[in-house]
């Protein structure tokens, strides 16, 4: 080992260049893999923290003697616990158990309650509620109990799959690294053979060398990927993603990070496996070439070659050139385009979903809740200015830019064409028409009239309408029912009579003792289209069916005016919707509302609004954070055999210059070569893409959650096929750059010196 | 008349004390059609001059005249299409391109040129070479000997004025020489082109025209041989 060891410690120092590319990618491979590993054990981490933030037990007896107690403190079982006297004199044990398996926890559970407790297993289901809960969380995450145990071994299963996944092309890395730097000394190993060293040691040295990079790659590589990992898990943290998955009080306590020192060793172990493999396997390729080949460095052993391809028939002899020359490994070069065509179609696919969900959270959003806060009240609609206290209370709040009141009824023309009768206050009035109103609110409030705001070409020019209302007079019977329910179970009806009152009206429906049969005259001071707005709540159905001829808008003042008639015999309490002036006011204005005797909070889209933002925005960090550990792994092989295939074929190159290739021919060809990775890995990822939303849409179809003519609104392909053809852009330049500066290096070196090399 | 003119031929290498002159002061002319050889122990200088004449290693000083123009006072861009086009270079290890076959070897300055080769000329040449049934054969399927038949119908391919030479027959056993120098010689007969071959072997120094011996970068001996 003596001579392997001083050959490659030579090697080492005296080709610097090499030895810092080698180290570097190892310190890339590495610290891919301790992000990775650094990542999976900080998740599990998290997730075993937010089990015991939701209970910090593994098991807790409640209503027990002091004695029972101290029997079951002193289980062998027992790491630590928690006593706690209560009010009526029992005790509440809290237990920690050791981290060694108990066999079956609901086993373990009865046997303890039995032998320790003196319960019959018979009564033991009953006698559990109330007095035992059982952290199975918990249990099942410090790997208590075998069922746990077999989860995480599942888990590590799963997880281990996808490392080699991962490690396979991250291997290649190191395996280009060593390659170029074996491939500049070819020749000198074919001396030492020439002069008696053995294949063998041929090969020890560049396991050696192997070897001695590791020890420097490794730990930096480990460090620095420890370090990635942890500002990644900073910017998830920061986030707020632990207040959307945990509702306890002390959410950013569940969020830690680990830097587990075995699973970092893990990472260790097998980084140190694939220095070793690419070592060895580049020392077993040296040793392929005779001796006299190696001097010789002859590299013409290509057997067969495609005479028609694609990049011949649109760039010519020099794309005939490069596409033979991608060839000569087609395994590097099949792996290359494929983590190409992973890396973007990962990229554009995150990409493009982040900004389905986006677009349909705000789709959801902007027309179901185009305000921040649903309140109920309880005002009457009989009572034509019941809101204004309400309103003031939050005005005065200065919690809210905007309140909201629109109070409608249906009611039907003549031709039995339904028309909207809404009464609204000015914000929303101008929310109504985007902020455009065809008359100011002032003007519409003054005229005494109602702005008709329709598509329907019948009903424009009219200065009056007359409506039949949907006022939704009920019998007798019904009421009394209805204010019977009110009164016996006030509480739960106190803001929620809205499906009490719907419920009425099917009934009253079916069975026809709802009548509508007053109506009125209305005065029409503007007729206007309904906004061209995809978020407008205004009525523009042709549906036959059910025909809204269009929406009759006035202002609350308006309704001041109204007869109650025009509303029937029923008494509902009304919404208001609100805006919050700054996102900080949320939990004050929470806070007031619920002070407020006369409002509750009935829908909070303020609070959902921000959850899936939340959600949308860390899983977009981590996966951008993936997305770039996949496509730092394609770029990196990219350049690697870019830059490899140009370097090993530097006499060949000269020969071609010595026939009469000029050197823009020699760039073009390289800009070629990386035209054909990025061209082949862009066109993957588009086809690819194109799969994966058609599968999407297809399994959508199939659980029911999308309909057929749905195909096509979820992702539409331009918008992953624009993403990949910018990310294609990028990865040209880079390859583009990793052709032309060896090139540029090696046309430093004469033609003479490169051409001699051959000879 | 005088095809090649090299005046003051001067090449060295390294700076100092490690500076070495592999070319010293060599003039020389050759005249159109001369099959000229070039011998000299290693290290004498052959190849250097003979890299400096196909126009691939630039001189310290001196220059070289083909046809009356001055080689290195060319831009690179046009000593390429110079190299291209008025030179055909045959290597002692053929240095041809592995992912290319036999035809597209010898065709490959002219594609270079962005010129369509001549079919039927390279059919003849296929013919004359011998290699016809093997045109469609990579350089890793042929014999050392087909081999640097490619590597000669490359260089003939697009009829330069000057072939040049180093050890074409260097790697070949002495069967397969024979052949490759009679091609030469008919090439050189046939179409009229100036050769210069670099050799260590006598006998075919001697069924040239001219003989130059070099030694330490300098004309050892220049002497007519008249045996063809």
Redesign the interface.
């Known amino acids: 080992m003596k001579f392997e060891m001083l050959l490659a410690r030579k090697y080492i120092f005296s080709q610097k260049r090499h030895t810092l590319l080698t180290i570097c990618s190892i310190v890339i491979a590495v610290t891919l893999m301790a992000l990775l590993f650094t990542g999976y054990s900080t998740l599990q981490s998290c997730m075993r923290e937010a089990a015991y933030a939701q209970a910090p037990y593994h098991m807790r007896f409640t209503d027990i003697t002091a004695e029972q107690a101290l029997k079951l403190s002193r289980l062998p079982e027992v790491e630590s616990y928690k006593k706690a006297s209560m009010p009526d004199k029992t005790i509440r044990l809290d237990i920690m158990l050791k981290p060694k398996s108990i066999g079956d926890i609901h086993t373990y559970v009865e046997d303890v309650a039995n032998r320790e407790l003196g319960m019959d297993y018979s009564k033991l289901e009953k006698w559990r509620e109330g007095h035992l809960d059982v952290n199975y969380d918990l249990v099942e995450r410090d790997l208590i109990d075998d069922n746990g145990r077999k989860d995480r071994v599942q888990l590590y299963c799963i997880f281990f799959v996808f490392v080699i996944m991962i490690a396979l092309t991250l291997r290649l890395i190191i395996d280009t690294a060593f390659e170029i730097s074996s491939k500049e000394r070819e020749q000198q190993f074919g001396v030492l053979q020439s002069v008696g060293a053995t294949p063998k040691q041929i090969v020890g040295i560049m396991t050696m060398e192997g070897i001695m990079l590791s020890v420097v790659g490794i730990p930096i590589g480990l460090a620095v990927g420890t370090a990635v990992a942890y500002i990644a898990f900073r910017k998830i943290a920061a986030s707020g993603i632990a207040d959307v998955f945990y509702f306890g009080d002390k959410a950013d306590e569940v969020l830690k990070f680990n830097a587990n020192p075995i699973m970092l060793a893990m990472a260790a172990v097998v980084s140190i496996a694939w220095v070793l493999f690419s070592a060895y396997g580049t020392g077993m390729r040296v040793i392929k070439k005779s001796p006299v080949e190696a001097i010789s460095a002859r590299d013409n052993n290509v057997k067969k070659v495609r005479r028609h391809t694609l990049m011949g028939m649109i760039f010519g002899w020099t794309g005939k050139l490069t596409s033979r020359n991608a060839r000569r490994q087609p395994k590097r070069y099949i792996i290359t385009i494929l983590s190409l065509t992973l890396s973007l179609s990962l990229f554009a696919g995150v990409g493009s979903t982040i900004e389905a969900v986006t677009n349909f959270e705000e789709a959801i959003f902007a027309a179901d809740a185009d305000s921040d806060m649903y309140i109920s009240t309880e005002y009457s609609i009989f009572d034509k200015t019941g809101y204004r206290p309400i309103v003031e209370k939050l005005e005065k709040s200065k919690y809210f830019s905007h309140i909201y009141i629109d109070h409608g009824i249906n009611a039907f023309t003549k031709n039995k064409a339904r028309m909207a009768i809404t009464y609204v206050n000015e914000d929303s009035y101008n929310r109504a028409f985007f902020g455009k109103p065809p008359i100011s609110y002032d003007e519409l409030k003054n005229s005494g009239g109602y702005i008709l705001v329709t598509d329907d070409e019948v009903y424009s020019g009219l200065d009056s309408i007359e409506l039949t209302f949907n006022s939704l007079n009920m019998a007798e019977k019904y009421i009394e029912e209805y204010n019977q329910k009110v009164k016996e179970d006030p509480e739960s009806y106190l803001f929620d009579k809205g499906s009490l009152y719907m419920d009425f009206i099917h009934k009253a429906s079916e069975d026809g003792t709802l009548k509508r049969d007053a109506s009125n005259v209305f005065k029409i001071v503007k007729t206007c289209p309904v906004p061209v707005n995809e978020n407008s709540y205004m009525y523009s159905d042709q549906d036959q069916n059910d025909y809204y001829a269009g929406n009759l808008i006035a202002t609350i003042d308006q309704y001041e005016e109204t007869e109650n008639t025009m509303f029937g015999n029923f008494d509902y309490g009304i919404s208001i919707e609100c805006d919050l002036a700054h996102p900080r006011y949320h939990m004050p204005a929470i806070e007031f509302i619920n002070a407020n005797k006369d409002m509750q909070l009935s829908f909070d889209f303020f609070y959902e609004v921000h959850n899936i933002r939340t959600i949308t925005s860390a899983f977009s960090i981590a996966s951008n954070f993936i997305t770039v550990l996949i496509a730092l792994v394609a770029i990196v092989n990219m350049i690697n055999i870019i830059s490899t295939g140009i370097i090993n074929r530097q006499s060949e190159l000269a020969s071609m210059e010595c026939v009469g290739m000029t050197k823009w021919q020699l760039y073009k060809m390289a800009v070629i070569e990386g035209l054909q990775y990025t061209i082949f890995g862009a066109a993957g990822a588009i086809v690819l893409c194109i799969l994966m939303i058609f599968a999407t849409e297809q399994f959508l179809i199939a659980v029911q959650i999308m309909t057929p003519e749905g195909v096509g609104s979820l992702i539409k392909i331009s918008t992953p096929t624009i993403r990949i053809l910018g990310a294609t852009g990028f990865t040209l330049l880079v390859s583009i750059a990793a052709a032309i500066v060896p090139l540029k290096r090696m046309q430093k070196t004469s033609l003479i010196d490169r051409i001699r090399s051959v000879e | 008349m005088d095809l090649l003119k090299v005046e003051n031929l001067c090449k060295t290498y390294g700076k100092g004390e490690n500076e070495v002159k592999a070319l010293d002061n060599v003039s020389f002319t050759v005249p159109k059609g001369q099959m000229l050889a070039v011998i000299g122990p290693s290290g004498s200088g052959k190849s ?1 001059m003979l ?1 400096i004449l ?1 126009g ?2 630039r001189p310290t000083s001196g220059k070289v005249f083909l046809d009356g123009q001055d080689v290195y006072a060319q831009n ?2 046009n000593l ?6 008025q030179v055909g ?1 045959i ?3 053929y ?7 036999a035809e597209e070897n010898i065709t ?2 002219m ?3 962005g010129r369509k080769p001549d079919q039927k000329h390279l059919d003849e040449l296929l013919e004359l070479l011998q290699i016809k049934e093997r045109r469609h054969h ?4 042929l014999s050392g000997g087909q081999q640097q038949r490619v590597s000669i119908g ?1 260089a003939l391919f697009t009829s330069p004025q000057v072939i040049l030479a180093d050890e074409p027959t260097g790697n070949l056993d002495s069967k397969n020489s024979a052949e490759i120098i009679n091609l030469m010689k008919k090439s050189n007969r046939d179409f009229e082109q100036t050769m210069i071959i670099i050799t260590h072997d006598e006998n075919i120094a001697l069924q040239c025209d001219r003989i130059i011996t070099l030694a330490d970068g300098k004309i050892a001996d220049d002497k007519l041989v008249g045996i063809k």
């Open positions: 250097t890299h196909g691939v290693d690179n861009k390429a299409i110079f190299r291209r086009r270079l290597y002692q290890f240095n041809l391109i592995p992912v290319l076959d490959l300055p594609i270079m040129d990579l350089p890793s399927q490359r």
